[in-house]
């Protein structure tokens, strides 16, 4: 036995790959997996793989990753999460008479995670080799991220040429992601008693300048790949004062810089930096900083992945986990049924029809 | 019996008022008296008063206003209150080696009150008509201070030409005092993810003009009664931001304006409504607003006693009640034994030299 025994483990759960993306989708569903515990959906999802033979099969921790070992000149990556946010009274799984498929997960990303599925079980002689990969705890902090722990661990794994997240996108291709950074901007100044405010030195008046450069800021666009990405550069928390009757020695603000992936963390920290540097700011303390990643939609994989699902390919405002793939040097895109917007929601759902049409298309471009 | 016995009442103490001023301040230490358990020490007084027959006695609640009756043509209040903040370990009163009495309350303010009772005790035929008033609550909120409540239910007690209020202030006079406005001044915008920040209005970027004009603005100096105000506009507090990847649509800043007395609230306010008037407030709130007061310096009155006490008045900067006899159309000044600097301190103290000075003067203004 590779796993001890566990009187409070639930009963295996079986996945039967030859359901449809969308009755599949259902199953997925109702096997919960809250982030923390996707055991047991690891458990079906790397046994149900382990069964079809043109695969290898990976694992750790809750982490599954399958392959073909084909030896084509190309390689891509399908990766998903398995986890969801929490329960909200919506499961099990429900189809209505629309053919809309309603609960927990249907939208993010278990309908994304049934696609990746299906292309395993049914495309055996692929035209270019294939990574499926299966992760747990994307809907937590950074640190707990299973494909963050699999880049550590064995970064060989997720070596491909390209990279679709199946993440719900509507049916559009999302290239890369901006890259965001949050710095706090301290001020500093003497207290005294506001009746004698000019035996003190006003922290908040001090923020002034940092306000202004702000308020004139004109943030870039670029445009990468043929995507347009808008920068933005804003205030996102202020605070100052000791109380009502003190002039105040001290006043933060908490700036957001998201910046286009054609910069590298230094450059954009060294950026914001230039931007208040004769602001008066007493201390610059990074709060937190996450790269951007480059579409790479020049790449020959990524050109015929777009001619192959159609469309307009749009560029990924927030920050997502192509970027943990970009800073692998593997280019990677967003691509999943469900509309994004759906996520996270107590009325989560999915159409039928959006996770059979984004089977269709990923079967088109990978010659199945 | 005027009032119902108590199970728990104190024992009633007596005051002798032969004693001298600084001997008196140690017994009016001795009887504890935190805001808003003034009566024991409000019956004391009381009865010390009673027994003076030029004197006649009122009292509303547990405030004392004892008054002579001459028909002279002038009137001067001696006032003071009877509270003191709450007992730090610094009861009972204690004389060291050198003349200096330790104790809650010996500078704050029951060395003043001990000087009112001498003079009350042995001035019977001043040269003005004196009105002597005792009240409690002075150091907690506006709205408890017995003074208000005097104001409010007798304002025919408190009639005359000027006022000394016995609070500490190292023996020197100190006129009028300041007015003070706090003004909070909102500013709006509109949410978005941060990722998105164009389509939001960023408030805190909105608060720019704001912290400009305060920055930039030049406070007036103001000469009344040759003695010279500074005004001071300063914000006191910021506040703004919904989260670390949201586009805020409020922001707050706190504006405190301490304005010279020859401004009255309506001005006062106007003021700030002017600074601010294009610099986009979507709202202003007034927070708290008390007025100044005039110094009253030039009043035969208070000529005679600036003569008297000697020394060269300097402004109060901050809000005392002796705004409340200005707005009753009485100018007042604070004139006082102790260093206002050891007040609220564990460890108060007063030296019995600078209560017995306090009382010298006085009784010389008043021809005793």
Redesign the interface.
Same mark, same amino acid.
């Given at each position: 036995m590779e796993r001890p025994a566990s009187g409070t483990a639930a009963p295996r759960q079986r996945l039967d790959l030859g359901l449809d993306a969308a009755a599949l989708t259902a199953r997925l569903v109702d096997i919960p997996s809250v982030s923390g515990t996707e055991e047991p959906l690891a458990d079906a999802v790397a046994e149900a793989l382990a069964g079809l033979d043109w695969l290898r099969v990976d694992r750790f921790g809750n982490n599954v990753v399958a392959r073909t070992e084909l030896g084509l000149d190309q390689r891509v990556v399908l990766a998903g999460h398995l986890d969801t946010v929490p329960v909200a009274d919506n499961l099990p799984s429900r189809l209505d008479d629309e053919g809309v498929l309603w609960g927990l997960g249907t939208c993010d990303m278990k309908s994304g995670v049934a696609v990746q599925l299906r292309i395993a079980a049914t495309v055996p002689r692929p035209n270019r080799d294939l990574t499926f990969v299966f992760y747990d705890n994307e809907e937590v902090e950074a640190e707990r991220n299973g494909l963050g722990w699999l880049a550590a661990a064995h970064p060989d794994w997720l070596e491909a040429d390209f990279a679709v997240l199946l993440e719900p996108s509507d049916g559009q291709v999302e290239g890369g992601c901006?890259g965001?950074l $949050?710095v706090l901007l301290r001020m500093a100044g003497q207290r005294a008693?506001? &009746?004698?405010?000019?035996m003190g030195v006003?922290a908040?008046?001090?923020?002034?300048p940092v306000?202004?450069r702000?308020?004139d800021y004109r943030?870039r666009r670029v445009e990468i790949d043929g995507l347009e990405y $808008?920068e933005?550069l804003?205030?996102?928390?202020?605070?100052?004062?000791? &109380?009502?009757?003190?002039?105040?020695d001290a006043?933060q603000?908490?700036v957001?810089y998201?910046y286009a992936p054609d910069l590298d963390q230094e450059r954009a920290l060294a950026h914001v930096h230039e931007v208040f540097a004769d602001c008066g700011v007493a201390e610059f303390v990074v709060?937190?900083h996450s790269p951007g990643a480059l579409p790479g939609l020049s790449h020959p994989a990524a050109r015929a992945f777009l001619e192959a699902v159609g469309g307009q390919p749009c560029p990924k405002?927030?920050?997502t986990d192509v970027s943990r793939f970009s800073a692998l040097g593997v280019p990677a895109v967003n691509y999943g049924p469900g509309d994004p917007s759906l996520a996270h929601r107590q009325d989560e759902r999915v159409s039928t029809e959006s996770v059979l049409a984004c089977e269709r298309r990923l079967r088109a471009w990978l010659g199945g």
């Open positions: 901006q965001t $949050r008693h506001s &009746a004698r405010s000019w006003n908040i008046h001090a923020a002034a306000l202004e702000l308020a943030p $808008r933005g804003n205030a996102v928390g202020i605070t100052g004062g000791v &109380a009502g009757n003190v002039i105040p006043c603000v908490t957001n998201r709060d937190d405002f927030g920050w």
